[in-house]
């Protein structure tokens, strides 16, 4: 998995200047079932602590996804 907060300045993944005071950037792997296709992707999130940013990629990809690597990259 390549870390987002990692890319060149002027990135649309350069999240370091956007963060919001109390909260941090997470990156997840999110893998998407469906009865057509499954999907794995990376993605970035804002949460203020793992359990948040968890919770707020199942809300947003449903419960029967699967989020694996929460881990804060600003």
């Known amino acids: 998995m390549i ?4 890319n060149s300045q002027g990135s649309q993944y350069n ?6 005071p109390g909260f ?4 997840a792997r999110v893998k998407v079932k469906n009865e ?12 203020k602590n793992p359990q948040m940013a968890r919770q707020l ?7 029967d ?5 929460v881990v804060q990259i600003a």
Do not use: C, R, W
């Open 3 to 6: 870390p987002y907060g990692n």
């Open 15 to 20: 999240l370091q200047e956007a963060v919001i």
């Open 24 to 27: 941090h950037v997470y990156q």
């Open 36 to 47: 057509l296709y499954t999907n794995s992707m990376d993605v970035a999130i804002f949460a």
């Open 57 to 63: 990629l199942m809300t947003q990809y449903g419960k």
């Open 65 to 69: 996804s699967v989020i694996t690597n």
